[in-house]
C-alpha cells in the first residue's frame, strides 16, 4: 500500500487531480469496507475528486463530495500512514460550507512523513504506480513492458537502461512523450530479439 500511496500523493501535487486517484483506487477495491485504510483511500480518493470538481467549476460536485470525504477521513488520526490529514479536513469542510469561493488553488498540498512529495521522491515501485497511472493510449504497452524490465534489472541491482527511462518517463513531465517513445523503442527491439528465440529449442 505504501507505494501506490506515495505515487499518489505525489501525482496529486504536481496537480494532476484526477489522475491521482487511479494510483490508489485498485487497493481501495481490494480493502474491506469501514476499516481504517479503506476509510483513508476511499476519503483521499473522494478528496481529489472535490480539487478536480473546483477546477472544472462544478461547485455542487464539490459540496457533495466534500461531505462525504470528511465523513470517511473523520475519525483517523491527525496523521494515518504517513498521510497528515488535519489540512485535508479544514479545507474539506471550507468546501462543504463556501465551495463557489475555492479554487483549486485554496486546496492544500498533501503532505506525507512531514513532506510534501514529488516525483523526485518516489523509490523504483511507488514510480512504476506513477507511470502506469500516467501513460495514456499507445505509450501503455511499453510502460507496462519497460517496468516490468526495469523490475529485472532492480533485482539484479544493476540500474540500466529500462530504470532510468521508467524514472524519466515519470520526473520529466515536458519530455514524457518522447521518453515514451525511446522506451517503446527499446521495448520492440527487445520483445522482436525474445521473439526470434521463442521456439528454437523445442
Not at 475519525?75 to 479536513?89: N, T
Request: no cysteine.
Amino acid at each position: 500500500m505504501r507505494d501506490h500511496l506515495r505515487a499518489g500523493v505525489a501525482i496529486y501535487n504536481e496537480g494532476r487531480y484526477h489522475a491521482a486517484h487511479d494510483a490508489w483506487e485498485d487497493r481501495w477495491l481490494d480493502l474491506s469496507q469501514g476499516t481504517d485504510d479503506e476509510r483513508l483511500l476511499h476519503g483521499l480518493i473522494q478528496f481529489t475528486a472535490v480539487v478536480h470538481h473546483l477546477d472544472d467549476g462544478n461547485h455542487s460536485g464539490a459540496t457533495g463530495l466534500a461531505e462525504s470525504a470528511a465523513a470517511y477521513l473523520a475519525d483517523l488520526p491527525a496523521a494515518y500512514r504517513g498521510v497528515e490529514l488535519d489540512a485535508v479536513r479544514s479545507f474539506l469542510g471550507r468546501v462543504a460550507t463556501a465551495s463557489r469561493k475555492l479554487t483549486p488553488d485554496d486546496a492544500p498540498p498533501l503532505v506525507y512523513e512531514g513532506r510534501r512529495l514529488t516525483y523526485d521522491d518516489l523509490g523504483f515501485e511507488a514510480t512504476a504506480v506513477a507511470a502506469r497511472v500516467l501513460a495514456e493510449g499507445d505509450d501503455e504497452h511499453a510502460v507496462d513492458a519497460g517496468i516490468e524490465y526495469a523490475r529485472e534489472e532492480v533485482s539484479a541491482d544493476e540500474s540500466g537502461t529500462y530504470t532510468g527511462l521508467v524514472f524519466a518517463f515519470v520526473r520529466e513531465r515536458d519530455r514524457r512523450p518522447i521518453v515514451a517513445t525511446r522506451l517503446g523503442e527499446h521495448v520492440q527491439r527487445r520483445e522482436h530479439r525474445e521473439s526470434d528465440v521463442n521456439g528454437l529449442f523445442e
